[in-house]
Nanobody, 126 residues
Framework: QVQLAESGGGLVQAGGSLRLSCAASGRTISNNGMGWFRQAPGKEREFVAAISWSGGSTYYADSVKGRFFIARDNAKNTVFLQMNSLKPDDTAVYFC???????????????????WGQGTQVTVSS
């Protein structure tokens, strides 16, 4: 089993930046694709970004492309989400998720992730 713990959320003004971290425990995630999703009040949980197990491929939702950047440090068993030029519409609870090892299915699909963190709140004020 993999346990995931997000951190780094908070309150920021529009135009600001935050860096989210997702620390994994239980076993290594170096063979797992990883993703970030978010859920705003009253809305479905949506895909934000993902990174392949090797780190060689990254994927982004159109709404965050060019502003958010996902990275991983397998030595630290951690995944990051750098969020720049934040907008009020980015306000949501952000969740880290892990896929099963070496799984190559669609990174954008929520059901292709097997492990989830508890989430961290990001609030962007206008």
């Amino acid at each position: 089993q993999v346990q995931l713990a997000e951190s780094g959320g908070g309150l920021v003004q529009a135009g600001g930046s935050l860096r989210l971290s997702c620390a994994a425990s239980g076993r290594t995630i170096s063979n797992n694709g990883m993703g970030w999703f978010r859920q705003a009040p009253g809305k479905e949980r949506e895909f934000v970004a993902a990174i392949s197990w090797s780190g060689g491929s990254t994927y982004y939702a159109d709404s965050v492309k060019g502003r958010f950047f996902i990275a991983r440090d397998n030595a630290k068993n951690t995944v990051f989400l750098q969020m720049n030029s934040l907008k009020p519409d980015d306000t949501a609870v952000y969740f880290c998720a892990a896929r099963r090892a070496y799984y190559g299915g669609n990174y954008y699909v929520r059901s292709n992730y097997d492990y989830w963190g508890q989430g961290t709140q990001v609030t962007v004020s206008s």
